[in-house]
């Protein structure tokens, strides 16, 4: 291999400049002298709170976040890696789904929890209580999508470009929501 074939560049001043703040870790840094405007760039701290182009934004664990609407609602759906209760892990299928109504761990704090309501005889209630929790929120559900199939109406567009609104037969959409009524009612009769 010939020597005069080894690629020799000559590294320009900022280019040696912008290596040694990535190495010393300091994004912000310039490496060339600009003229004209410059944004003024301040440095928040950890859990500041500050609002910038209509957002509000905030430093968590180093990291810029905007906060929103949403964040309270993020929260409450998020299931943390660990039971706040015994500290326990949260992995399986179980536990995740118990942290949602109980707000810990299937495998020990569920179990011990109800072991203790059969030792005090309270848990005839508690099952009681939950199942009719359940059954309330099955009839709100069937209810709410029984209301939105009778009252939907399908539009299609046809070849010429016309809008066609294709609405159910009422007569049926009456039997319906009639059946409906009845089956609720009945539902209601073995809820508490």
Request: charged share 30%; proline share 2%; with cysteine.
């Amino acid at each position: 291999m010939n020597k005069d074939s080894l690629l020799k560049k000559e590294f320009k001043k900022s280019d040696v400049q912008r290596v040694r703040n990535l190495v010393n870790k300091d994004f912000n840094s310039s490496t060339k002298a600009q003229t004209g405007y410059k944004k003024s760039l301040k440095r928040y701290k950890e859990g500041e709170v500050w609002e910038e182009d209509g957002k509000q934004w905030t430093i968590k664990n180093g990291l810029r976040q905007n906060i929103t609407k949403l964040d309270s609602a993020k929260k409450a759906l998020r299931i943390p890696l660990t039971c706040p209760n015994c500290g326990g892990t949260m992995k399986h299928w179980l536990a995740k789904n118990m942290y949602k109504v109980h707000g810990f761990c299937f495998d020990p704090c569920t179990l011990k929890m109800e072991a203790d309501l059969r030792k005090a005889g309270l848990f005839k209630q508690y099952e009681e209580r939950m199942m009719q929790g359940n059954m309330k929120a099955f009839a709100k559900d069937i209810e709410q999508w029984a209301k939105e199939m009778v009252n939907q109406s399908t539009s299609f567009i046809t070849e010429a470009g016309d809008v066609e609104e294709w609405n159910s037969n009422s007569n049926k959409s009456l039997d319906i929501m009639k059946n409906l009524k009845q089956y609720l009612s009945h539902l209601s009769e073995h809820i508490k």
